[in-house]
Structures are given as structure tokens and as C-alpha cells.
């Protein structure tokens, strides 16, 4: 069973930074699709940003420009650099990996605040 552990997340103020990491146990990263998946209260749980085997990148247009996927195959962790971060953002983000099997699996999110 693959596990996944986000870490990184608290409070910033709003137009600071925060990086968050996704370390993987079970599995390797290099051959599957990860992704970062954030949900506010009362909202449905939205794509951020995705990024494949092959190095194919995709952002929601909400943090297009402020926010970079990428990733690190031999230590099996994921990042989100988050840059100019507004309230809005403000967030549970969780970390998503789809198999080469096509299996989702999901870890436990971490809290992003950004403050006014």
C-alpha cells in the first residue's frame, strides 16, 4: 500500500512563500503521476497542479504564475513551491499519486493559512 505524508504547510501572511512536500513510501515517484489537490471549507476539492512521469506540468489558473510543481524521483518526494500567496489560497493541500495500475492514492493534507 503506498503511503503518502505532506508536510510544509502553516500560517503566512498574505505574499509570502510556503513549500510543501509530498515523501512517498510503497512506491516510487518516477514512474507515476503526482499532484497537489487543495480544499477550502465549503468547497470541493480542487486540482492546483499535476505533474507527470514525463515531466508534463498543469496549474490551475488560480495559481498559474505563483505556484511550481516539481519533483525529486531519487528521494520520493514531491514539492509545491507556492509563491505570492494570497487568502485565498488558504487551504488543506493534499498530495495525490496515480499508479501505473491507474490507482489514486491520497495523503493525509496539510494546513495552508495565508493571513490578511
Known amino acids: 500500500q503506498v503511503q503518502l505524508v505532506e508536510s510544509g504547510g502553516g500560517l503566512v501572511q498574505a505574499g509570502g512563500s510556503l513549500r510543501l512536500s509530498c515523501a512517498a513510501s510503497?512506491?516510487?515517484?518516477?514512474?507515476?503521476?503526482m499532484g497537489w489537490y487543495r480544499q477550502a471549507p465549503g468547497k470541493r476539492r480542487e486540482l492546483a497542479a499535476t505533474?507527470?512521469?514525463?515531466?508534463?506540468?498543469m496549474y490551475a489558473d488560480s495559481v498559474k504564475g505563483r505556484f511550481t510543481i516539481s519533483r525529486d524521483n531519487a528521494k520520493n518526494t514531491v514539492y509545491l513551491q507556492m509563491n505570492s500567496l494570497k487568502p485565498e489560497d488558504t487551504a488543506v493541500y493534499y498530495c495525490?499519486?496515480?499508479?501505473?495500475?491507474?490507482?489514486?492514492?491520497w495523503g493525509q493534507g496539510t494546513q495552508v493559512t495565508v493571513s490578511s
Open positions: 495525490n499519486l496515480i499508479s501505473t495500475m491507474g490507482y489514486s492514492y
Open positions: 505533474l507527470t512521469s514525463g515531466g508534463s506540468t
Open positions: 510503497g512506491s516510487s515517484f518516477s514512474p507515476n503521476t
